[in-house]
């Protein structure tokens, strides 16, 4: 997100682009996963507008359809019951799923995918990039970092520059079931698109991905784990995973949950910033090193900062 919102205002300033990512597809925190039991959100479940360039942007993206509200319908454990409610400010997904849109952003852009750029040499007066392969990539007059803090500290090593990623980021385990039926319903509650599970010690949050806007068939649930659980389970192996967190989710949901038809976890390792960096205007830049950071890290561990970040970033690089 933070890349692709700085790429764009550089691009519309006439500024030469070039992306790289080491996913399969864009996204990063914000991919989702598409599997033969369906299609799941298992990062970023869905963001908050209240920056007005943001708005704007999200408001033309709905009216194209990228983008839609969700969850309409907020659900909170409280003690031991669930209510359900309309979300105060309204959320947004991607349509249909959160990866919509960034493929929305990333449209007008030129995107290398499967590219882990691994070391970067300046010569002269522009940098060159290496990539997994041994491949080098160069004439590049300025190179925007825009990855978790954690690994932007290591990209940076042993390169002259001002720049110090520090900010801390919490993991994060998520998992995805597909269950054969339909969730039976708490007492009380008709619907309900996503859940903050604030008395479990596992669980932070769960989402019925077929609640989404443009999605319908299959119970197909996301279930979040809480930073410290997922710190304790780091390096525990992905089944196991899967199943201590669907355990924790039975415990705390008021009906029995239907068969399993499949399930998995992934391993978020840099999720969400503990702490953001500090004293940033949210973004960080070496002029003199033609360097710059981006990300959510610099302001908020949120879509929206993430996109903040970006722009902010590029605004100040057109004004140099
Ligand atoms: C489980 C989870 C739940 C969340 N829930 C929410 C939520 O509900 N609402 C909300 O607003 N936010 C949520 N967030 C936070 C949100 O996803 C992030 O704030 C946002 O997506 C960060 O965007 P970014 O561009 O800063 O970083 P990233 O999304 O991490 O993007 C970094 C990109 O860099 C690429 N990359 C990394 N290293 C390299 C390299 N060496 N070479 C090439 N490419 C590289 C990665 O592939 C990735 O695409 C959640 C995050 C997680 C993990």
């Given at each position: 997100?933070?890349?692709?919102?700085?790429?764009?205002?550089?691009?519309?300033?006439?500024?030469?682009?070039q992306?790289?990512?080491?996913g399969?597809?864009p996204?990063?925190?914000?991919?989702?996963?598409?599997?033969?039991?369906?299609?799941?959100?298992?990062?970023?479940?869905?963001?908050?507008?209240?920056?007005?360039?943001?708005?704007?942007?999200?408001?033309?993206?709905?009216?194209?359809?990228?983008?839609?509200?969700?969850?309409?319908?907020?659900?909170?454990?409280?003690?031991?019951?669930?209510?359900?409610?309309?979300?105060?400010?309204?959320?947004?997904?991607?349509?249909?799923?959160?990866?919509?849109?960034?493929?929305?952003?990333?449209?007008?852009?030129?995107?290398?995918?499967?590219?882990?750029?691994?070391?970067?040499?300046?010569?002269?007066?522009?940098?060159?990039?290496?990539?997994?392969?041994?491949?080098?990539?160069?004439?590049?007059?300025?190179?925007?970092?825009?990855?978790?803090?954690?690994?932007?500290a290591?990209l940076?090593?042993?390169?002259?520059?001002?720049?110090?990623?520090?900010?801390?980021?919490?993991?994060?385990?998520?998992?995805?079931?597909?269950?054969?039926?339909?969730?039976?319903?708490?007492?009380?509650?008709?619907?309900?698109?996503?859940?903050?599970?604030?008395?479990?010690t596992?669980?932070?949050?769960?989402?019925?991905?077929?609640?989404?806007?443009?999605?319908?068939?299959?119970?197909?649930?996301?279930?979040?784990?809480?930073?410290?659980?997922?710190?304790?389970?780091?390096?525990?192996?992905?089944?196991?995973?899967?199943?201590?967190?669907?355990?924790?989710?039975?415990?705390?949901?008021?009906?029995?949950?239907?068969?399993?038809?499949?399930?998995?976890?992934?391993?978020?390792?840099?999720?969400?910033?503990?702490?953001?960096?500090?004293?940033?205007?949210?973004?960080?830049i070496?002029?003199?090193?033609?360097?710059?950071?981006?990300?959510?890290?610099?302001?908020?561990?949120?879509?929206?900062?993430?996109?903040?970040?970006?722009?902010?970033?590029?605004?100040?690089?057109?004004?140099q």
């Amino acid at each position: 997100m933070a890349g692709l919102s700085a790429a764009r205002v550089l691009q519309q300033a006439g500024r030469n682009v070039q992306i790289f990512d080491k996913g399969r597809r864009p996204g990063g925190r914000m991919s989702s996963r598409r599997n033969e039991h369906g299609l799941f959100d298992l990062g970023a479940q869905y963001f908050t507008v209240r920056d007005p360039a943001f708005a704007r942007l999200i408001t033309t993206f709905e009216q194209q359809g990228s983008v839609a509200r969700w969850p309409s319908i907020m659900a909170r454990q409280i003690d031991g019951q669930w209510q359900a409610r309309q979300p105060e400010h309204p959320r947004y997904s991607g349509m249909p799923s959160m990866a919509s849109l960034i493929e929305a952003l990333a449209e007008p852009l030129k995107l290398e995918q499967q590219v882990r750029i691994t070391s970067m040499t300046r010569t002269a007066s522009t940098w060159t990039l290496e990539d997994q392969n041994g491949q080098q990539w160069s004439g590049f007059d300025h190179v925007i970092i825009a990855i978790p803090a954690p690994q932007a500290a290591s990209l940076l090593e042993g390169i002259d520059t001002t720049l110090r990623p520090q900010a801390d980021m919490s993991a994060c385990w998520s998992t995805w079931v597909r269950f054969r039926d339909a969730l039976d319903m708490p007492s009380g509650i008709d619907a309900w698109h996503g859940v903050q599970l604030e008395a479990s010690t596992v669980l932070r949050w769960a989402a019925r991905n077929q609640t989404r806007p443009g999605q319908h068939e299959g119970e197909r649930v996301t279930l979040l784990a809480n930073d410290d659980w997922s710190d304790e389970h780091l390096e525990d192996d992905p089944a196991q995973v899967a199943d201590k967190m669907i355990d924790a989710f039975q415990d705390c949901y008021p009906a029995l949950l239907p068969a399993i038809e499949a399930c998995g976890a992934h391993r978020w390792r840099y999720a969400q910033p503990r702490q953001p960096q500090e004293d940033t205007p949210g973004y960080l830049i070496d002029g003199a090193a033609a360097l710059s950071l981006c990300g959510d890290w610099c302001i908020d561990g949120r879509v929206e900062a993430a996109w903040q970040s970006g722009n902010r970033l590029a605004e100040a690089l057109c004004r140099q």
